[in-house]
Every structure is written in C-alpha cells, then in structure tokens.
C-alpha cells in the first residue's frame, strides 16, 4: 500500500564540514557533529537522498521533516537562541527545496523561549508557513500551559496551523539507567504536554491549531479515563468551566508510533479514528523502519485510513 505522508522524520541541517561556533562544530578526526559535548552519530540525520530513498523503497509518497532533539540546545538563550532558530529553519528549508515535491520542513519552534517561539511563529507564517515543530518538554519548569504561551497559541490558531509536539530530554535523573530517558521519559514528556493542553484551556480556547502528539501521544491514551475522573470528581486546581477532557483529547492528532496493534486501537479509541496519521521517527530504531512489516497486524481499514485517508486531511488544512 502507498503511504501518502510521514508527518515525522528527522533530519539535520548541518553539512558535513561546515563551519560552526558557539557549541556546535563537526569532529574532522571522526567526521561526527559535536553539539554541545555531544556527538551526534547518526548518520542518515545528514545525508537527505538516504531518505528519499528510503521513502523510495517504502513507498511513501511525502514526508514533513523536523530537527531531532540533539539539536534543540533548549539550554540557549537570548540572541544566541534566536541565531541557532535561524540558523535551523533556514537549513530545514534549504533541504526540503531540494526535493519540494516529496519534502516539507517543518520550522522549529524553541518552546523554552515562548516569547521568541512566537516571534518566529509570526515571521515564518508572513512568509507563507503553516506547519511546525516544537519540543513537548525537556526543560525543567517548562510548562505550555503558562500565560507567557498565549501570543505564541493566537499566532498558531489564527494561520490553522498544524504543530507537531516531539519530546525532548526528560530532566528527571531517575530516567537515566535502561535506557529509560527514551523508553519511558520520551512518552511521559509528551503525556504531559497533552494534561497542560487539556487542563489549561489551550485546546478549548484555541480549536483551529492542528496539535499532533509525537509517539502516539505517549501515555495519554491509557490516561484518559483518569483525566475524565478528575474532572468529574472537581479535584482541586481543575478549571471546571472548560469542556470535559475527552471532548478535547479528540482535537488531539498523534501519529503511529505505537509498537503495539492494541495501543493503535486504544488510541482510535481516544483520539477518533480519524485523527491518526502515519509517522516513523526516521532514522531512529525506536520509530517504524520497516513499517509495512511493523503495522502489518492493522486491519486494511485501519491501514487505510492512517496511511493514505487521514494525512490527505491534514494536507489540505493549513494547506501553505
């Protein structure tokens, strides 16, 4: 079956032996990206004809790119901050206009700085940009449902902009043995994200923002019944005036990341069917490398509707 769009793979807008300052500069003696003492050592994050082939031999149809989290530096601030945005999104565009027809990059929001994620929001819609990035968490204190976000969420809505929510670093040390920072903090950052979203208005008070959850929105799934008990139990801190919270986990988007049939039917569940779209994670082993293999127990209908039905509606939404 062909897949009409991958709404979340990864690449690196830094080429090989450019020359880089402020924290980021390629290792010549390994030939890796070192940012901020961090080797970053995947190599297809580098080479975008990889992917073209890639989605070649997969047979899917377009992909939306975005930076992967060793990229976010969401430790920067001010000017230097906004440099390493321009410096990004300029690269992301460069890349996605070598192949327009199959790619589109998706800018990058620095969340961290909800003063300069609007900014750039403003700037990159002026210029015809609908479609973005940004880090669900990973910085200590970060919490999107905060006043500061407000102009960033009226920029969104008011463009019907499509924002894919991808989580960063979990701050929380515990995470750091088995591999757990990415098996269990990258849900959970997300998972949060989706509780601030809900709990804090933004969806209710912001419904033409398209919101995508990376990795099948985490844990929200699961937690859904939950969320629903606190609101009709009126525990305390809850805005009892907003809708019910699986009224608004319905204007939720996440994508197919899932690894388990059940979590995907759980999720149609939460979500709607509808409002499931295709995503790899590319080049990454924890996404779907091989993902006529991985989504093979689906049902057509359900294959279907995630790989060629659902991502013609988010092309058409928002449709710069």
């Not at 959970?188 to 398209?210: F, K, N, Q, R, W």
Request: negative net charge; glycine residues 10%; proline residues 10%.
């Amino acid at each position: 079956m062909t897949i009409r769009l991958d709404i979340h793979a990864h690449l690196a807008p830094i080429p090989p032996r450019a020359r880089m300052t402020d924290g980021v500069a390629w290792d010549n003696g390994q030939n890796v990206l070192v940012i901020d003492g961090h080797p970053v050592g995947m190599r297809p994050l580098f080479d975008p004809p990889a992917l073209i082939r890639w989605m070649d031999d997969n047979q899917v149809q377009n992909t939306w790119i975005s930076i992967p989290p060793p990229l976010y530096r969401q430790q920067l601030e001010g000017a230097v901050a906004e440099a390493w945005s321009d410096t990004i999104n300029e690269g992301l565009q460069t890349i996605a206009a070598g192949d327009a027809d199959r790619l589109l990059a998706l800018v990058h929001l620095p969340m961290e700085l909800p003063a300069l994620a609007a900014a750039i929001a403003r700037k990159w819609i002026a210029r015809g940009h609908t479609r973005f990035s940004a880090p669900a968490g990973g910085t200590k204190g970060q919490m999107i449902s905060d006043p500061a976000y407000t102009p960033l969420w009226d920029t969104l809505n008011e463009a019907g902009a499509f924002l894919l929510l991808h989580p960063g670093d979990s701050p929380d040390p515990r995470v750091s043995p088995f591999y757990l920072a990415n098996l269990l903090g990258n849900p959970y950052e997300t998972t949060l994200a989706a509780c601030h979203l809900v709990y804090g208005g933004i969806l209710a008070s912001h419904p033409d923002i398209l919101f995508c959850l990376a990795h099948g929105g985490g844990m929200t799934a699961v937690l859904a019944g939950r969320l629903a008990q606190g609101f009709i139990t009126k525990r305390p801190g809850l805005d009892m005036s907003l809708p019910p919270p699986r009224d608004l986990l319905k204007r939720l988007w996440v994508d197919t990341i899932l690894h388990d049939d059940g979590a995907v039917g759980l999720a149609e569940q939460i979500f709607g069917p509808d409002h499931i779209v295709f995503g790899t994670d590319w080049p990454f082993p924890m996404g779907l490398m091989t993902p006529h293999t991985q989504l093979a127990g689906l049902s057509p209908a359900q294959q279907d509707r995630m790989l060629r039905t659902n991502p013609e509606t988010l092309l058409t939404k928002g449709a710069r």
